[in-house]
């Protein structure tokens, strides 16, 4: 064998290794093979200064080449001098230190420039054994080389080497771009990018590649290798999967919006219509039915979507908790039925066999809409047309929905109960104004407001005095709820008491005012009176805290009157209200209005005044009479949206 300084001054990349892997010399080409100067190299475990992904496969061979006096070979995978990997058929030999008495491993790349395939060997195995694909392309002539690999793999290249632009008309389009960037980036190995690949025999695939630049040898060419894998089952997989969570994403989303839905639902009405509108869809159903129990007559309501016909529905409608049917039963016990199918009805009801309705259906689920043991008040049904079998978890979702239905309704049917009283407290304490008021024609129009319980503190009120004057009054207590329109008819009361007793509308406000007050009433209101004299048309008003008044003439002019007065009643002892007194001429109309009817979203209060007396002028400039131009004036009111409940008394001296 050549002398150890004869092997470090041969061609080839060669290094002396002690045996436990420390480099005690190499040469030139090594240490250009290993991608840095010698002085870092020496003294370093040669292990070390590789790949990670090779230093098993040089261990091996340094312990086959100490032991052995056979030869011992393996391709490894050097970092190189540029961006490429260099790939060489590597030996290791023992060899012996005389002058030290040391024994050594030397190690050199052996020259593999007639057989580069053998350099390739070891890819094919691992791309085989890692059901990967192996490809090398040559920059030079454009051309791909099918290396081997997972057989299954090998469907791009129906002959051992195609062209470039035949494999990448088979790429799809929108990922052509991305393989191209790899195929010519000078980077040494690319990321994995992912492609899809159309086959002649099953169409698309879903591939992933990678691209890698090795140098064949330490002084051979470079090339581009791939290897791609086949993630076509993993890529449906994934889509399945994908399809999965976002149909219960979806799912989820609608259930929310259906329990929000009943939530917010505000009328029974409206409830009805969340109901039949997303139940059914909400479990998969074909149709869907509602059945309230009327408070009345305790009798069922039924409704149902467009998919149940209507005289199978019609021929429900009324029918009483006690008949022996699947949605009687449901509703008087509270107990749900999830039902399978036709013969279970058949086989639980068979009185239910005279109804035609059961024939529309092959199984239903049935919700109570009030727990066990609570007032009935209904049920909801999802049929189907086909045999269901509800799973627990549909079960439990269903009954929970119809919990909040049925919480929805009480709260609706409660609503609309206060709605009612309320309304028929206010109706009862609005007067009917006199049929004939002497020396005045006079009409009314009251709104009530679309907040709170739909109904306000808004009054106003028409009387003759002892000595014949007219008592005219408009007023708005604070609030709108039943309170509110409590309060006003105690404010209206009151001040019907006192009038009879005094002769100027301030002192009325003035006793008034100090009777809320001692009463400790938690509200407060407003009011503008006025004392009309029809022998002379005089008038003498006040006010407390209220809207101006509107005084309009046939030929369509207008003023703002702003009577003298004090703050609103209830509020502060010891007020004395101001008065006015004016004449109120032939021709000429006395508007009297609350703040709703003058404000208002994006209406200030000088503007609604000078709208509201510009459409009542011009009402009596059309000739119009004293309840056609309230009529007026009122719808214009409603028009503009307004929130808070809004009344008009127009006087005018007949």
């Known amino acids: 064998m050549d002398t150890l300084d004869a092997l470090m001054r041969r061609a080839e990349p060669s290094a002396l290794l002690s045996l436990d892997g420390t480099i005690r010399s190499l040469n030139a080409s090594m240490a250009t093979t290993l991608g840095r100067p010698a002085e870092q190299c020496v003294g370093h475990d040669f292990l070390g200064v590789l790949p990670a992904g090779q230093r098993a496969a040089a261990e091996n061979l340094l312990t086959h080449g100490a032991t052995t006096k056979s030869v011992a070979m393996r391709v490894l995978q050097f970092p190189g001098p540029g961006s490429a990997h260099v790939v060489s058929l590597v030996e290791a030999r023992p060899a012996e230190d005389l002058a030290g008495g040391h024994r050594l491993v030397w190690v050199h790349v052996v020259d593999a420039r007639n057989d580069l395939g053998s350099l390739l060997i070891p ?25 081997g690999g997972a057989p299954a793999l ?34 040494a190995q690319s990321p994995w990018i992912s492609l899809r690949f159309l086959t002649e025999q099953d169409g698309w695939h879903h591939v992933a590649c990678q691209i890698r630049r090795i140098r064949l040898g330490y002084d051979g060419p470079e090339q581009v290798f791939g290897v791609f894998r086949d993630e076509t089952q993993l890529e449906e997989g994934r889509q399945k999967v994908l399809a999965a969570v976002n149909a219960e994403r979806l799912r989820a989303d609608e259930i929310a919006a259906f329990a929000s839905a009943l939530i917010t639902a505000a009328t029974e009405q409206e409830l009805q ?44 409608d009324g029918l009483s908790l006690g008949d022996p049917l699947p949605l009687t039963c449901v509703v008087r016990t509270g107990e749900p039925q999830f039902i399978p199918n036709r013969e279970e009805v058949v086989r639980r009801w068979p009185q239910a066999v005279c109804f035609p309705w059961i024939d529309s259906f092959a199984a239903i ?63 009862s304490m609005l007067p009917t104004l006199p049929e004939h008021l002497p020396g005045l024609e006079i009409a009314a129009r009251y709104q009530p407001s679309r907040d709170g319980l739909d109904i306000g503190g808004d009054w106003y009120d028409a009387f003759v005095m002892p000595d014949g004057t ?14 509110a329109a409590a309060f006003m008819g ?90 006015e007194t004016f004449t109120l001429e032939e021709d000429t109309a006395l508007i009297m209005l609350t703040d709703g009817v003058v404000e208002g979203p994006g209406l200030t209060l000088d503007a609604g005044l000078e709208r509201a007396g510009t459409l009542a002028a011009q009402a009596l400039h059309d000739g119009l009479n004293a309840d056609a131009t309230a009529e007026r004036i009122l719808d214009a009111a409603v028009a503009v949206d307004h929130l808070d409940d809004v009344a008009v008394l127009v006087v005018r001296r007949a």
Not at 125 to 139: F, V
Not at 274 to 303: C, E, I, Y
Not at 507 to 523: C, I, K, S, Y
């Open 365 to 427: 689920s049935i919700t109570p809409l009030s727990p066990v043991g609570d007032q009935p008040v209904g049920a909801w049904a999802v049929t189907y047309d086909s045999e269901h079998h509800s799973s627990p978890d549909e079960r439990a979702l269903m009954s929970t929905l119809a919990d909040l239905a049925g919480q929805a309704l009480k709260r609706t049917r409660l609503q609309q109960a206060r709605i009612e009283l309320a309304t028929a407290l206010q109706e």
């Open 154 to 187: 090998a469907a791009p290249f129906p002959e051992a080497s195609v062209s470039l632009s035949s494999l990448v008309r088979r790429v799809h389009p929108d990922d052509r771009e991305a393989l191209g960037r790899i195929i010519h980036s000078t980077a």
């Open 123 to 147: 890819f094919r195995l691992a791309a085989a054994a890692a059901d990967l694909g192996l490809w090398m392309y040559s920059p030079q002539d454009h051309q791909l080389e099918w290396l």
């Open 273 to 316: 219509q969340v109901v039949l509108a997303r139940v059914a869809a909400t479990f998969g159903g074909t149709g869907a039915l509602l059945a309230l129990v009327d408070n009345r007559t305790g009798l069922l309501r039924v409704s149902s979507d467009a998919s149940v016909d209507p005289r199978q529905i019609a021929a429900m």
């Open 470 to 483: 007219v008592a005219l009054e408009i007023g708005d207590s604070q609030g709108h709820d039943v309170d």
């Open 490 to 579: 105690q404010v209206r009361a009151s001040i019907r008491a006192i009038a009879p007793h005094e002769s100027k509308p301030g002192t009325v406000l003035t006793r008034t005012n100090e009777l809320l007050v001692t009463m400790d009433a938690a509200r407060f209101a407003s009011c503008t009176m006025l004392y009309f004299d029809p022998r002379d048309g005089r008038v003498i008003g006040a006010s407390a805290g209220h809207v101006p008044l509107l005084c309009v003439r046939e030929d369509g002019s207008r003023d703002i009157r702003e009577l003298p007065g004090g703050p609103v009643l209830g509020v502060l002892p010891g007020t004395d209200y101001l008065e």
